[in-house]
């Protein structure tokens, strides 16, 4: 059964980079055709997808933050992970990394516990 976990600092100042990733165990990242992706959800908000990495490498991002999103993978580590840049308080949220059998998806099979990031100076 496939597990991920989410990693990162719990709180980022305003104006800096975001860093999270997520160690996969129980299956390979590059394993076809299965799709990865970050998905967060603020205070009193609904999910919202932020992007995926395919199988083979490919990214897809949610066009309202694409400027400000890089997911990039390290095969060797079977890890992924979300670079979010300039962020601003409305980036406090919840993030979840999560498996998908279907590519843009909203419907997911696994997902990670999920991390709690505050943005706050």
């Known amino acids: 059964q496939v597990q991920l976990q989410e990693s990162g600092p719990g709180l980022v100042k305003p104006s800096q980079t975001l860093f999270l990733t997520c160690t996969v165990s129980g299956d390979s990242i590059t394993a076809g055709y299965y799709y990865w992706s970050w998905i967060r959800q603020a205070p009193g908000k609904g999910q919202e997808w932020m992007g995926t990495i395919t199988y083979d490498g490919s990214t897809y991002y949610t066009p309202f933050h694409e400027s400000r999103t890089t997911i990039t993978r390290d095969t060797s580590k079977n890890q992924f992970s979300l670079q979010l840049t300039s962020v601003t308080p409305e980036d406090t949220a919840v993030y979840y990394c999560?498996?998908?059998?279907?590519?843009?998806?909203?419907?997911?099979?696994?997902w990670g516990q999920g991390t709690q990031v505050t943005v706050s100076s």
């Open positions: 999560a498996r998908s059998s279907r590519l843009l998806s909203d419907e997911y099979d696994d």
